[in-house]
C-alpha cells in the first residue's frame, strides 16, 4: 500500500513529503496507524549522514505510539484497537545467544533498526515513523496500557526511556543508591523521573543554571552545576552509579571522580568524536568502571512502559506538524526544547 511520510532525498536536503510502500500484513505482522512519532537526536544524526552510512530516501522516527488496525492469521497478543509502541528495532536474528536471553538489541548478528536498516521490503531498507502507518513482526510490537490522552506523551518512552531505564535496572539502581543524571535533555530528563520513581536519591547534572529548578520539578534531589567546580568537589567520591545522557564529547574524569569505590559511570550518548581518553589511575585505584548501554530488549521496553504506567510517567513534550520538523531539528541542535518534540502523525495528511 502507498502512504504518505516525510523523509530526505540527500543529506543536505531539507525534509518533504514522500509517497512510500507499506506491506500487506504476513501471518505474524500487526499493522499500526501512526498517531505519534517522537523526534529523537538519532532522527537528526541519520538524515543528515552525520554517522555516515545513511541510505536515501530517509524516512526518520522509532518512538512510534498508535492503533492497531490489522492483524496477521498467527497473530495472537494484539487486537484491531489496541494501542501500541514501536521503539528503535523491527527485528532481530532471534535465535543468537542476546536474543535467547531477550537482549535484541545486542543480536550477534545484528537487529533490524527502525529505519535505515536492509529489508526485503521496498525500496530495500527500514522506513521510519515520519509515517501514516507501519507494518511489524508481532514480537517488536509492545502494548500501551496509559490513558489515550497521554498517547504522545508516551511515544519518547520507545527510545528516550528504554535506554535510560535499561542501565538504571542493570545496575541495580533504588532504595539506599545515589545516582547521578548528567544531562537534562530528552534522555536525562527521564533519566531523572526513572530513577526518582525506583527510588534512588537523584543528582542532576546541568552545565546550565537556569535548568536548576526544571531538573528539582523532574524529582532531582539535588542539582549540580557541573562547570562549578566547589559543587563538583562536595560531591567526591560518593555516587553508586552515574548515567551520562551527554551526546557531545566532554572529559568524563570530572565524573569519575565522584564515583565511590566500585561504582560505575554508564554513558548513553555517542559523541560526534571520542571523547577525551580518561585517567585510568582514578579507575584502578577505586576500581571504578566505565561503560556504555544501548536502548533495551523488548521484555524490557515492556516492563518499563508498564512501569511508566503504573507511576502515572510519560515523556514532557513539545507537539508539532510534520511541516515543522526541520525547524524542530535545528530547535534540537540549540537544546531549545523541554524535552522532546512529538510530531502530530495527523498532520502527514495535511
Not at 76 to 93: E, I, P
Request: aromatic share 6%.
Amino acid at each position: 500500500m502507498t502512504i504518505n511520510a516525510y523523509g530526505a532525498y540527500a543529506a543536505d536536503k531539507p525534509l518533504e513529503p514522500i509517497a512510500i510502500e507499506r506491506r500487506a500484513p504476513g501471518a505474524h505482522d500487526v499493522q499500526i496507524d501512526i498517531a505519534f512519532c517522537g523526534v529523537c537526536h538519532s532522527d537528526l544524526h541519520q538524515v543528515r549522514s552525520e554517522w555516515g552510512g545513511t541510505i536515501y530516501p530517509c524516512v526518520p522516527g522509532h518512538e512510534i505510539v498508535g492503533r492497531v488496525s490489522a492483524v496477521g492469521g498467527d497473530v495472537t497478543k494484539f487486537a484491531v484497537g489496541d494501542l501500541v509502541g514501536v521503539g528503535c528495532m523491527v527485528d532481530s536474528c532471534q535465535h543468537c545467544a542476546s536474543c535467547d536471553e531477550g537482549l535484541e538489541q545486542y543480536c550477534e548478528n545484528g537487529f533490524t533498526g527502525t529505519y535505515n536498516f536492509p529489508t526485503p521490503d521496498a525500496p530495500g531498507h527500514t522506513l521510519g515513523g515520519y509515517s501514516e502507518r507501519i507494518v511489524v513482526d508481532d514480537k517488536f510490537v509492545l502494548k500501551v496500557s496509559h490513558a489515550e490522552d497521554q498517547l504522545a506523551a508516551v511515544a519518547p518512552l520507545l527510545c528516550a526511556g528504554i535506554t535510560t531505564w535499561s542501565p538504571l535496572r542493570h545496575w541495580n539502581v533504588g532504595p539506599g543508591k545515589k545516582v547521578g543524571i548528567v544531562g537534562i535533555g530528552g534522555l536525562g530528563h527521564m533519566g531523572v523521573k526513572l530513577a526518582h520513581a525506583l527510588g534512588a536519591q537523584v543528582v542532576a547534572f546541568t552545565t546550565s543554571e537556569g535548568k536548576r529548578a526544571d531538573a528539582k520539578a523532574l524529582g532531582a534531589d539535588e542539582v549540580v552545576v557541573s562547570r562549578n567546580p566547589d559543587e563538583m568537589a562536595a560531591h567526591a567520591n560518593s555516587f553508586d552509579f552515574i548515567l551520562d545522557t551527554v551526546a557531545a564529547s566532554h572529559d568524563l574524569d570530572a565524573f569519575t571522580a565522584l564515583l565511590k569505590r566500585d561504582g560505575t559511570l554508564t554513558l548513553v550518548g555517542v559523541p560526534e568524536h571520542a571523547h577525551p581518553s580518561p585517567d585510568v589511575s582514578a579507575l584502578i585505584f577505586r576500581r571504578r568502571v566505565i561503560a556504555g548501554s544501548l536502548i533495551g530488549g523488548i521484555a524490557e521496553t515492556q516492563e518499563m512502559l508498564d512501569f511508566c504506567a503504573e507511576h502515572g510517567i510519560v515523556s514532557d513534550i513539545e507537539m508539532i506538524r510534520i511541516q515543522q520538523i526541520d525547524e524542530a531539528y535545528e530547535r534540537m541542535q540549540r537544546s531549545d526544547v523541554k524535552y522532546r518534540f512529538v510530531i502530530d502523525n495527523a498532520t502527514l495528511a495535511g
